[in-house]
């Protein structure tokens, strides 16, 4: 008879610890679950933002190609610009002599 009541007292100590222990899984769970969350909120949010980053460098990239086309474009002009300056140049310096010479020759007489 000795034995029944050890037996129940086993059996409460053992439905006991199994209580705790479900209570300590089912803690340990929904730790778990709510991290998970979080890390996937976090995941998402990197990801929006790595989408937003790449679509700034497709951006910038074509601004990039667009302001080295009219970088080249302007160098063009300068270049064309430079040329007719040098001609109008050549032009200014034939005449200025041409004029000098008129000035320092002696007057026609009649």
């Not at 730790?31 to 700034?56: D, G, I, L, P, V």
């Not at 667009?66 to 005449?95: G, I, L, N, P, V």
């Amino acid at each position: 008879m000795m034995r029944l009541p050890i037996l129940i007292l086993l059996a409460a100590f053992a439905a006991s610890a199994a209580a705790q222990d479900a209570h300590l899984l089912q803690q340990r769970a929904g730790f778990a679950y709510r991290e998970m969350q979080q890390a996937e909120r976090e995941a998402e949010r990197a990801e929006a933002e790595a989408k937003e980053h790449a679509a700034q460098v497709v951006q910038l990239r074509q601004q990039a190609e667009t302001h080295a086309k009219e970088s080249q474009a302007a160098q063009k002009r300068a270049s064309a610009a430079r040329a007719r300056a040098a001609e109008a140049r050549k032009r200014y310096d034939a005449a200025s002599d041409q004029l000098e010479k008129m000035k320092s020759a002696p007057a026609a007489t009649p």
